[in-house]
């Protein structure tokens, strides 16, 4: 397994819309593998492959309070999202910055595991979260583009800043 390099906030290539995947087999699954071992060393809870180059519809999560339940979906869909719930977020592709955003607080996502079988899924809270700030990835959204149009500039403008004192 390798670390993967993530793409910071505001880098053009987050924006970029995952392709579905066409068969799950062992490059997929080394991909999998990869961006489980970059989350965890980040440390995160959720990876999206948009977030390490790589525009592909794979996600891996991992809400468990040990670290201990990776999930991946490949080629995720969300057949249905029910009420709402405003948690604050962060994001590995925007470090140190954290804001409230409004998703749904269940959903019901169906995708193909790391074997290539479908499978269904009832989530709430903060995987529910996860799994859609993830997907947002995948269609080239990043979380903090909910947040108004001040709060996003201010946060370019930090990030730049940081990236320029970091060199």
Known sequence: MALLNILHYPDPRLHKVATPVASVDD????????????????PGIGLAATQVDVHKRVI????????????AFVNPVILERNGEAEREEGCLSVPGIYDKVTRADQIVVEALDRHGNPFRLQAEGLLATCIQHEMDHLVGKVFVE??????????????????????
């Open 60 to 71: 891996v999560v991992d809400v468990s309070e040990k670290g201990d339940e990776l999930q």
């Open 27 to 42: 490059s997929i699954r080394r991909l999998i593998s990869d961006m489980a071992e970059t989350m965890y060393a980040a």
């Open 146 to 167: 909910y947040l108004s149009p001040l709060k996003q500039n201010r946060i370019k403008t930090k990030l730049r800043k940081r990236a320029r004192t970091t060199l």
